[in-house]
């Protein structure tokens, strides 16, 4: 089999350039791609555990802990105690993280339509469908 044939190969270049192309698009605040996911994240659902938010973005602890210090430092962000669960961190937006969090909404949309723009409308819809299959069973 030849490199190019292989789907993995294809599947690694792929995800390469839409992680290039999501970095550039939130390089002008000072974020990378997974932080300003995670902002994404918490701007959708605020006041969540850090144990929820590793759940809804699929990242494993260590790299969440490592993007939420950087988050923290850049007050984006605030870590609290649970009210009601001891062993739980709170995690919420600050203000600054809130304007954040509504820029990256935007540029997401707008990244997502430019993005969409090589594929039909049936294409989109097959694409995002392989795309849940492969990691429904493979992650």
Same mark, same amino acid.
Request: hydrophobic share 35%.
């Given at each position: 089999?030849? +490199? ?18 999501? %970095?550039?698009?939130?390089? *002008?605040? %000072?974020? +990378? ?14 006041? +969540? ?60 949309? *707008?990244? %997502? *339509?430019?993005?969409? +723009?090589?594929?039909?409308?049936? *294409? ?16």
């Amino acid at each position: 089999m030849e +490199t190019y044939d292989c789907i993995l190969f294809q599947l690694t270049k792929a995800s390469q350039a839409g992680s290039r192309y999501w %970095n550039q698009k939130v390089a *002008e605040l %000072n974020l +990378t791609g997974a932080q300003a996911m995670v902002l994404r994240f918490l701007y959708e659902s605020d006041f +969540t555990t850090a144990n929820d938010l590793g759940k809804r973005t699929g990242l494993d602890s260590a790299t969440l802990t490592g993007i939420l210090d950087r988050l923290q430092t850049a007050e984006l962000i605030k870590r609290r105690p649970h009210k009601r669960d001891r062993r739980a961190i709170q995690i919420e937006l600050t203000e600054k993280g809130k304007k954040a969090g509504q820029r990256i909404y935007r540029l997401m949309k *707008e990244a %997502n *339509e430019e993005f969409r +723009t090589i594929f039909k409308d049936r *294409e989109q819809k097959s694409l995002r469908d392989f795309l849940m299959r492969i990691r429904a069973n493979l992650g």
